[in-house]
């Protein structure tokens, strides 16, 4: 059965940095893209980042590009997401979720989510 | 890059049935998309993949009473005799080379 398990999630002061993680299990990991969806309090499901399954490849939106970056271990079947220069708009649960496949489709399988709260 | 539009919201009885739109952006009327629930204070769940053509595979452990259809730009989730715990919002997703969107979810609630 595929799991995905994410942590880090916590308060941090707009201008800070925090790195989630995402630990998968169920599957072969390093055969998958893997991605990060946010979703506000109270609002849709929001996309941030995909990593392909070697990790050669990655992508952003562009309201993160330059602040988040997205890794993997493929080694310890592992997802990261170090976010930088947080803003409080920033602020949301975090998912980590699987891609159907090594290249880029759809999201075949979500994580329970870990909340990020940006406040001074 | 694609948008995909979803109605706000449907209100439906118990044991009817529903059909969900999502609507793809001019030019991409050709693009897969997923389908996925969630449930009040859940995460998502994957739902189905649906083609231009009709052709639909659902996830593991989802009911027959979901189903998908599509014409032109069109998307649609169908939920057949509809129970308390169909009520959830259900967001499309699809995506290209260097994008995934989401529509904006549809609030789906039971009567």
């Known amino acids: 059965e595929v799991h995905l398990v994410e942590s880090g999630g916590d308060l941090v002061q707009p201008g800070g940095s925090l790195r989630l993680s995402c630990a998968a299990s169920?599957?072969?990991?390093?055969?998958?893209?893997m991605h990060w969806v946010r979703q506000a309090p109270g609002k849709g499901l929001e996309y941030v980042s995909t990593?392909?399954?070697?990790?050669?490849?990655?992508y952003y939106a562009n309201s993160v590009k330059g602040r988040f970056t997205i890794s993997r271990d493929n080694s310890n079947n592992m997802l990261y997401l170090q976010m930088g220069s947080l803003r409080t708009e920033d602020m949301a649960v975090y998912y980590c979720?699987?891609?159907?496949?090594?290249?880029?489709?759809?999201?075949?399988?979500w994580g329970q989510g870990t909340l990020v709260t940006v406040s001074s | 890059q694609p948008v995909l539009t979803q109605s706000s919201s449907a209100s439906v009885s118990l044991g009817s049935s529903v059909k969900l739109t999502c609507t793809l952006s001019?030019?991409?009327?050709?693009?897969?998309i997923a389908w996925h629930q969630q449930q009040p204070g859940k995460a998502p769940r994957y739902l189905m993949k649906?083609?231009?053509?009709?052709?639909?595979n659902k996830g593991s452990g989802v009911p027959d009473r979901f189903s998908g259809s599509s014409s032109g730009a069109d998307r649609y989730l169908t939920i057949s005799n509809l129970q308390f715990e169909d009520e959830a919002d259900y967001y499309c997703?699809?995506?290209?080379?260097?994008?995934?969107?989401f529509g904006g979810g549809t609030k789906l609630t039971v009567l």
């Open positions: 979720a699987r891609d159907c496949s090594s290249a880029i489709c759809y999201t075949d399988y």
């Open positions: 169920g599957f072969t990991f390093s055969n998958y893209g």
């Open positions: 990593i392909s399954s070697t990790g050669g490849s990655t």
């Open positions: 001019s030019g991409h009327r050709s693009y897969i």
């Open positions: 649906l083609e231009d053509s009709g052709n639909y």
């Open positions: 997703e699809t995506w290209d080379t260097n994008n995934r969107v």
